[in-house]
């Protein structure tokens, strides 16, 4: 099993391009979560998904859109990026609602808006 | 209102000496608690969780935590540091009865002196 994994590993854009982070689970996990880590703030959840088709907004959503086509891909995009969105983005999935089933982690993908 | 609160945000001790790493949390439900790890530019693992069993949890490599509903705490231990845990620490909730949200902790960076 590969886990979590997600690509790009690490990407540089210009202020206003547009980019899509794919995250993707061969766990056959309901939920799946998109965060963010900046320095000394934890990780932020950005959006989540309970199940194929459904997306829901998560603490920052704000300038960001998901999409949840298919069970094992959770995809992230940036349609106009701002330096505010440099960061290191985690991607992460787990089991539908039983009791303390914990999140898998992604490597992460470091963005970078100049 | 869910949180986490790391309650130092770096700790420093000596090779073979007594870790501690306080978390306490807020939650209007009996949650789940999680200790991540996360080694530089690594994404996150799972080091242990409480899922209401014993209040005491082992995880890996020789660290354990305590839970203690009366102080809401979840303080992570280990009895003798080695160089290998240098790394960032996230104490993490998930409430019970509120969707499969997971609450971060803002992270406490060990650091081990050899």
């Known amino acids: 099993n590969a886990g979590v994994t997600q690509t790009p590993k690490f990407r540089v854009l210009k202020t206003g391009q547009s980019m899509t982070l794919l995250c993707a689970q061969d766990?056959?996990?309901?939920?799946m979560y998109w965060y963010r880590q900046d320095p000394g703030m934890g990780l932020r959840l950005i959006h989540y998904?309970?199940?194929?088709?459904?997306?829901a907004k998560g603490e920052v959503p704000d300038g960001y859109n998901v999409s949840r086509l298919k069970k094992q891909n959770f995809l992230l995009g940036l349609e106009s990026a701002a330096p505010s969105q440099t960061s290191v983005y985690f991607c992460?999935?787990?089991?539908?609602?039983?009791?303390?089933?914990?999140?898998?982690f992604g490597p992460g993908t470091r963005l970078t808006v100049l | 209102a869910q949180s986490v609160t790391q309650l130092d945000s770096h700790v420093s001790v000596s090779e073979g000496t007594p870790v501690l790493l306080r978390c306490n949390y807020s939650?209007?439900?009996?949650?789940?608690l999680f200790w991540y790890v996360q080694h530089p530019n690594k994404g996150l693992q799972l080091l242990l969780k409480?899922?209401?069993?014993?209040?005491l949890v082992k995880g890996i490599n020789g660290f354990e935590a305590e839970f203690k509903k009366s102080e809401t705490s979840f303080h992570l231990t280990k009895p003798s540091a080695h160089m290998s845990d240098a790394a960032e620490y996230f104490c993490v909730v998930r409430p019970q009865g509120t969707g499969n949200q997971f609450y971060f902790g803002t992270g406490t960076s060990l650091t081990v002196i050899p």
């Open positions: 998904s309970v199940g194929e088709g459904t997306t």
């Open positions: 766990m056959n996990h309901e939920y």
């Open positions: 939650s209007s439900y009996s949650p789940s």
């Open positions: 409480y899922t209401s069993a014993a209040t």
């Open positions: 992460a999935s787990s089991y539908r609602l039983a009791g303390g089933d914990e999140q898998f």
